[in-house]
């Protein structure tokens, strides 16, 4: 499937990626951006504020992750038309491929000092295939 999709040029380009990438983190800098905006004090933060964020961030969380499991796309990925694949068959890699793995498991690995920058040069391989979609088996 991957070679296919090589042939093909079936895979997303480096700019599509960087798009929904910069789409979805906007999803969640942007409220948390006018909230220390509008309150520049920590200590000026009302309590309903923290909250309103708090509820966002988890509706965010899950409508990505719903997103994810149902179609392997992220709001950001939707947007660029583009589309998370298991590289061994084409299908929808599901909860277990595009959330444990490329999600939580990468999230985690990531703790790991200089690891994001590396996980983000693989983008510059001739397959386009960051560290976290070896990880989970995607393209």
């Given amino acids: 499937m991957l070679e296919d999709a090589i042939r093909e040029n079936a895979l997303a380009s480096r700019l599509e ?3 929904a ?3 979805d983190s906007l999803l969640i800098y942007v409220p ?6 509008v309150f520049p004090k920590k200590e000026d933060i009302p309590g ?3 909250a ?5 961030l ?3 969380l899950l409508i990505q992750g719903g997103f994810l499991v149902a179609r392997g796309q992220t709001i950001g990925k939707k947007l660029v038309n583009i589309q998370i694949v298991r590289s061994k068959d084409g299908q929808n890699g599901g909860f277990v ?5 490329r999600t939580v498991v990468n999230g985690l690995i990531t703790l790991i000092p200089l690891y994001l920058l590396v996980d983000i040069l ?3 391989s001739d397959t386009k295939r960051c560290l976290h979609d070896r990880i989970a088996g995607t393209i």
């Avoid at 948390?32 to 905006?37: F, G, P």
């Avoid at 309103?52 to 966002?56: F, I, R, S, T, V």
């Fill in 52 to 56: 309103a964020l708090g509820l966002y």
């Fill in 58 to 60: 988890l509706g965010l």
């Fill in 21 to 23: 990438a910069a789409i």
């Fill in 97 to 101: 491929n595009n959330v444990l793995l």
């Fill in 122 to 124: 693989f983008i510059f």
């Fill in 32 to 37: 948390t951006v006018i909230l220390v905006s």
């Fill in 17 to 19: 990626r960087f798009k």
């Fill in 48 to 50: 309903f504020a923290y």
